[in-house]
């Protein structure tokens, strides 16, 4: 049975005033590391990586969380070491300031050794270490713990441990199986006469303890989660599910923050390699509005030059950090802004201030680096296509404000314009634009073979006669007006034009059903103005490899036959020669 105790019941007139759940109108300062590296997996110890790199990451991590004053400060799963926790704990210069609440996932330990460096920290005078969950822990080898800091109201340091209540699953039993020690704590921190209220569950910890138990224990509309993890799955059914499940209701507002570890994390035991390529740390939130609302545009673009990109999950916003590692400080707002008049409290968040990488010469955390969320640039390398062609893409960092309408441009491509470029079901993230991991890598790779077919067919000149004109006399262009270009929608334009509304919209889709495809064509005509609904030009998936036209709509028309591809896997091969025909890129 798990056991959700509030932190203000523990610590009665110390508990202090923590900024995470007060509603003073404030919003919440966020700092957070995603780590990376070759862990240790020890049955005896847990998970460790005790070298001196993380340890001089760690230390640099703490002292830019203070120098940045963040009100939240964590780190995933299985990370902080405790080499770097006791000098914390020794030295008030490293504590943190009044109100602020560090969330350290520290690297596993030995129960009996965790118990002695435990009894080490009591004996500190201005320390308080509450252990009422090692009480109820079980009797195995090793801890997988949470270690809350904050100052309390008499201005001493207060260390509150949170174990992990299941294990993870993992069919081989190599990270913890029944060597981990389980606890039963659940700690949730609140605030007097407030509806904010701020609780961590450690990775598997959210496949046994359902979200509608968390409700029931916590009175308070307005919850942010923290859920750390040395996770290489994610995006588990189970945990997806875990998360939708606090959206599908309004009867409470939730905020669920992700943290992993990075890609490139590596753990090897009995022979066995662990690899650890799918971070997701990331910021859930409920969708409240349109994606074309400016707001929301002006947020999700500032994030995108600062390295968080964005994707919505059914109607869950997903604002998600890089692959690599690097630390993030952020800021998000809160449910519960009691009555304050500050303008942060109508705040869109999160506001990504800046993303650091470590610099190995230098030895510290180096803001800036990260920049533009956009990799297409890689994508572009790995086809082989010159990067020199005037597409509506962001290929630079310089050129970075083209990332504005590339959603638009690969979204049009598809039928479906930017929202969809940006939706997605179960959290599995196909946008172009902004990879995730190698799972979205993937996804979006088979978007792109079908964005090459499309090409392909264009060079080759496989046009209706209402858009003969475009024959060896097009490249792709998004109007200069978006995103207020209202329905004048379109993705191509001829080079050399003769008429002035010559632009069309040049679609493929691997559909077959020529009913469906019908509809398609009719939901684009509905989206624009008429004066181009007889440049709509719609490639879909014949019988076997080819495509066919789609020509119904069109008021000049001709029986295209259709014309069959070259085979996926030498598309690659064939794209550089491709991406050289189709008019003049110079005159472009």
């Known amino acids: 049975m798990k056991i959700f105790t509030r932190v203000s019941h523990l610590l009665r007139d110390k508990y202090p005033s923590l900024t995470v759940c007060s509603n003073n109108g404030s919003p919440i300062k966020v700092m957070q590391w995603q780590c990376s590296g070759e862990i240790n997996i020890n049955k005896t110890v847990g998970v460790k990586k005790e070298d001196s790199p993380i340890i001089d990451k760690a230390r640099k991590f703490s002292g830019e969380a203070l120098f940045k004053m963040a009100d939240l400060v964590l780190t995933p799963e299985y990370s902080f070491p405790f080499s770097v926790l006791n000098e914390i704990v020794s030295n008030p210069a490293m504590w943190p300031r009044p109100g602020q609440?560090?969330?350290?996932?520290?690297?596993?330990?030995?129960?009996?050794?965790?118990?002695?460096?435990?009894?080490?920290?009591?004996?500190?005078?201005?320390?308080?270490?509450?252990?009422?969950?090692?009480?109820?822990?079980?009797?195995?080898?090793?801890?997988?713990?949470?270690?809350?800091?904050?100052?309390?109201?008499?201005?001493?340091?207060?260390?509150?441990?949170?174990?992990k209540t299941g294990s993870m699953a993992d069919a081989r039993n190599s990270f913890e199986?029944?060597?981990?020690?389980?606890?039963?704590?659940?700690?949730?921190?609140?605030?007097?006469?407030?509806?904010?209220?701020?609780?961590?569950?450690?990775?598997?910890?959210?496949?046994?303890?359902?979200?509608?138990?968390?409700?029931q224990n916590i009175a308070e509309r307005h919850i942010i989660l923290f859920h750390p993890q040395l996770n290489?799955?994610?995006?588990?059914?189970?945990?997806?599910?875990?998360?939708?499940?606090?959206?599908?209701?309004?009867?409470?507002?939730?905020?669920?923050?992700?943290?992993?570890?990075?890609?490139?994390?590596?753990?090897q035991f009995e022979n066995h390699l662990y690899k650890f390529d799918i971070?997701?740390?990331?910021?859930?939130?409920?969708?409240?509005?349109?994606?074309?609302?400016?707001?929301?545009?002006?947020?999700?673009?500032?994030?995108?030059?600062?390295?968080?990109?964005?994707?919505?999950?059914?109607?869950?916003?997903?604002?998600?950090?890089?692959?690599?590692?690097?630390?993030?400080?952020?800021?998000?707002?809160?449910?519960?802004?009691?009555?304050?008049?500050?303008?942060?409290?109508?705040?869109?968040?999160?506001?990504?201030?800046?993303?650091?990488?470590?610099?190995?010469?230098?030895?510290?955390?180096?803001?800036?680096?990260?920049?533009?969320?956009?990799n297409i640039k890689d994508m572009f390398a790995q086809y082989g296509i010159p990067t020199d062609l005037p597409y509506p893409v962001c290929l630079t960092?310089?050129?970075?404000?083209?990332?504005?309408?590339?959603?638009?441009?690969?979204?049009?491509?598809?039928?479906?314009?930017?929202?969809?470029?940006?939706?997605c079901s179960d959290e599995k993230n196909s946008r172009i634009l902004v990879s995730s991991d190698k799972n979205s890598d993937k996804l979006r790779d088979d978007k792109f073979d079908l964005l090459l077919h499309l090409k392909r067919l264009l060079d080759q000149g496989e046009l209706p006669c209402a858009l003969k004109y475009l024959k060896n006399n097009y490249r792709f262009k998004v109007s200069d007006d978006f995103p207020s270009q209202g329905l004048y929608q379109y993705n191509v334009t001829p080079i050399h034009s003769l008429n002035r509304d010559a632009e069309a919209l040049v679609v493929i889709t691997n559909e077959m059903d020529v009913a469906l495809v019908e509809k398609?064509?009719?939901?684009?005509?509905?989206?624009?103005?008429?004066?181009?609904?007889?440049?709509?030009?719609?490639?879909?998936?014949?019988?076997?490899?080819?495509?066919?036209?789609?020509?119904?709509?069109?008021?000049?028309?001709?029986?295209?036959?259709?014309?069959?591809?070259?085979?996926?896997?030498?598309?690659?091969?064939?794209?550089?020669?491709l991406f050289r025909r189709g008019g003049n890129p110079s005159e472009a």
Not at 537 to 565: C, E, M, T, W
Request: with cysteine.
């Open 520 to 577: 398609l064509v009719k939901h684009l005509s509905d989206s624009m103005s008429e004066r181009y609904r007889n440049q709509i030009l719609v490639y879909y998936r014949a019988p076997g490899n080819g495509y066919v036209i789609y020509d119904k709509h069109l008021s000049n028309k001709s029986i295209i036959q259709p014309k069959f591809s070259i085979n996926l896997s030498s598309i690659k091969h064939a794209t550089f020669k």
């Open 279 to 374: 971070p997701w740390s990331a910021y859930f939130k409920r969708s409240r509005t349109s994606l074309s609302d400016k707001s929301l545009r002006n947020n999700k673009e500032a994030n995108h030059k600062t390295g968080t990109g964005y994707v919505v999950s059914d109607r869950i916003e997903v604002w998600f950090s890089s692959r690599l590692e690097h630390c993030k400080f952020f800021i998000i707002s809160k449910g519960d802004n009691g009555d304050s008049l500050l303008p942060v409290v109508h705040r869109d968040d999160p506001t990504t201030d800046s993303s650091y990488t470590y610099d190995v010469l230098t030895k510290r955390w180096v803001s800036g680096q990260l920049g533009c969320a956009s």
């Open 397 to 423: 960092t310089s050129s970075c404000d083209k990332c504005k309408k590339t959603d638009f441009f690969y979204g049009s491509i598809f039928g479906q314009f930017e929202d969809n470029e940006m939706i």
């Open 232 to 267: 290489p799955d994610p995006r588990y059914s189970d945990l997806v599910t875990f998360r939708q499940s606090f959206f599908r209701t309004d009867q409470k507002d939730v905020r669920i923050i992700t943290l992993n570890w990075s890609e490139g994390t590596l753990g």
């Open 177 to 215: 199986g029944p060597n981990l020690c389980r606890g039963k704590h659940i700690f949730i921190f609140d605030h007097k006469d407030c509806q904010n209220v701020f609780l961590s569950l450690i990775c598997a910890d959210a496949m046994h303890i359902p979200s509608s138990e968390i409700s």
């Open 101 to 163: 609440l560090w969330c350290l996932g520290t690297q596993g330990e030995n129960r009996d050794i965790l118990e002695q460096t435990f009894s080490v920290w009591k004996n500190n005078s201005n320390t308080y270490l509450f252990d009422i969950a090692v009480s109820n822990l079980e009797h195995n080898n090793f801890v997988s713990p949470l270690i809350y800091l904050f100052i309390t109201q008499d201005n001493n340091l207060c260390i509150l441990p949170q174990f």
